[in-house]
């Protein structure tokens, strides 16, 4: 009886060992006298060469870098690929709902130039979400200590470098266009950025965008558990990245009566470039402005109050 042949070097993958080799002699045709080798190697799977095993490693490294790069790419040019959702879009104020911009809301100002520019939409007067965070210097402050002025309240993120310094600008216009009646009107940020929450963030930014230097300037801050329930209250979502970590938040702007009720809320925007500048026009920055100064001081009428 002749002992099974080894694989002959361009074996077929996925043939089983020996299968092609046959003995000359007629004892081998028989079952009695086939080796317990033999019979284990007839059964035994195909082994698959250690090169395809290492192509294939190859190719997972590939796929994988190349998604990180297709991902980094995406966000680069305002694309989102996945991100980690860091607060509800569910608000507990009807009429803090951030509508969305495919289908105009009900109440929407579309029919004025101004207003539709805007995306102005007029709110039903509901008493505003109170809440308690820390102020660029530090101390607490809260939403209803600022009741007897108008409060044009908005969301920036401490490190934003996207639509925030165009909206840093509207509002440092806002109060110059306000003059004598920028007394009676508080500028409130609330921070939208969770990767930078310390009071030191937002002073930082409030001094490199100059609004620091406003007597009604408060650039609000907290902990995670005390900016989420203010984020969701007042519609807005923050998302970070898991591979850029870049924060990206609804861009939402209210205005509030010096009773503390939702009259208007704006919707400010900006252009980005294919390199991911951001900016926008100075016409449309005077608009903007203008927009907000003219809705302020119509909340500072009696005929309004």
Not at 193 to 212: E, F, K, M, Q, Y
Not at 242 to 252: E, I, N, P, S
Not at 281 to 298: D, M
Request: net charge neutral; hydrophobic share 40%; proline share 8%.
């Amino acid at each position: 009886m002749s002992a099974a042949q080894p694989d002959p070097p361009g074996a077929r993958v996925g043939s089983a060992r020996g299968s092609s080799a046959k003995s000359t002699s007629p004892e081998s045709t028989s079952p009695e006298s086939t080796s317990p080798e033999s019979a284990v190697d007839a059964i035994r799977p195909p082994r698959v060469p250690r090169r395809v095993w290492t192509w294939a490693a190859v190719a997972v490294v590939v796929l994988g870098i190349g998604g990180a790069f297709l991902e980094h790419t995406l966000d680069a040019h305002g694309i989102p690929a996945y991100s980690v959702t860091t607060a509800s879009t569910t608000p507990l104020s009807a009429s803090s709902a951030a509508q969305p911009t495919s289908q105009p809301p009900a109440h929407s100002d579309a029919g004025g130039t101004l207003a539709a520019f805007m995306g102005t939409v007029r709110l039903d007067g509901a008493p505003a979400p109170d809440f308690r965070l820390t102020t660029q210097d530090g101390s607490a402050l809260d939403l209803a200590s600022l009741r007897g002025k108008v409060v044009l309240l908005t969301f920036l993120g401490a490190d934003c470098e996207t639509v925030c310094p165009v909206l840093a600008k509207e509002l440092l216009l806002t109060d110059a266009l306000l003059g004598r009646d920028a007394a009676a009107v508080d500028l409130v940020a609330v921070n939208t950025d969770p990767l930078a929450t310390s009071p030191a963030a937002v002073a930082r930014t409030s001094s490199t965008t100059g609004l620091g230097h406003l007597a009604n300037w408060h650039f609000l801050t907290g902990t995670l558990a005390a900016l989420d329930p203010v984020w969701t209250r007042y519609g807005v979502t923050v998302d970070v990245s898991t591979v850029t970590h870049r924060v990206a938040h609804t861009d939402l702007v209210y205005l509030l009566d010096a009773r503390g009720r939702e009259r208007i809320r704006v919707t400010p925007f900006a252009d980005e470039s294919r390199s991911g500048h951001v900016s926008l026009p100075e016409p449309s920055i005077r608009r903007f402005a203008a927009g907000r100064a003219s809705y302020s001081r119509s909340l500072l009428s009696p005929a309004r109050a």
